[in-house]
């Protein structure tokens, strides 16, 4: 398959499988990374990434997983079809299916009550804040143009299955927006997990989890610490990327 002027193919260094990514557009991060070992564990038959971006975590998640089905929105077309290429090139066709769209239409697209797990690595940044970059896939990416943090918690809570599981990765200052948006949509928390580069520094990521319509009891999950003292990686980030 051929690899554009502007792209790379990259190995991903987990069961052979690879990604193109654009080398002047936003290119997945740990987040996208740790999202999807968070969700690992949560069985699901069927499980949607929104803002799927170069679908790394549709990606990772079939090599995770053993959910038959996993579906991928992204909005942008171009980087939609970067992504299209990636899940061919891994011969992931007839199980990660990308769709180009807004996500504030996935129950058109998808129907309502579909899915076991959905996950989101969402624009953290609120229109307005921050350094915006002037590359439109980049600001689209990090800053709530196409979508804001209630689309994702709105739309999720009419696209799970009762008490399926919505998880995301975010910023620690956006919690406790997280926690309230999903309360207003009937999305209980249910675990929450910090993560911190080095033991004494403040969160970097927050992980969150809830449950349509499941029962009231948060759980705090242990941190997760990324580099140890001397700025090796720790094992547990280790065994997250399987190195």
């Avoid at 170069?54 to 079809?81: A, M, N, R």
């Avoid at 999903?182 to 970097?204: A, D, N, Q, T």
Wanted: proline residues 4%; neutral net charge.
């Amino acid at each position: 398959m051929e690899i554009g002027d502007k792209e790379t193919l990259e190995d991903l260094q987990v069961a052979g499988l690879k990604i193109l990514q654009k080398t002047d557009g936003f290119r997945f991060g740990a987040d996208a990374v740790l999202l999807a070992d968070f969700a690992k564990d949560t069985p699901s038959e069927k499980t949607l990434d929104l803002c799927c971006g170069s679908g790394i975590i549709p990606i990772l998640l079939s090599h995770k997983t053993k959910t038959s089905e996993i579906c991928g929105i992204e909005i942008q077309e171009d980087v939609f079809e970067t992504a299209q290429r990636s899940v061919m090139i891994n011969g992931l066709s007839e199980r990660v299916k990308l769709t180009c769209g807004d996500l504030k239409n996935a129950t058109q697209i998808y129907g309502k009550r579909r899915f076991d797990v959905i996950t989101c690595n969402p624009p953290y940044m609120p229109v307005g804040t921050g350094v915006t970059n002037p590359l439109d896939t980049k600001l689209i990416a990090r800053h709530e143009v196409m979508c804001t943090l209630e689309d994702v918690i709105a739309v999720s809570a009419q696209l799970l299955k009762q008490k399926g599981h919505l998880m995301l990765v975010h910023k620690p200052g956006r919690l406790a927006d997280i926690i309230c948006l999903m309360r207003k949509y009937e999305i209980e928390p249910k675990r929450i997990r910090f993560v911190h580069k080095g033991l004494g520094s403040e969160p970097c990521l927050v992980l969150a989890d809830g449950a349509y319509k499941g029962g009231r009891e948060l759980r705090i999950a242990p941190t997760l610490y990324l580099y140890n003292s001397d700025g090796s990686e720790t094992e547990e980030l280790k065994r997250i990327y399987e190195r």
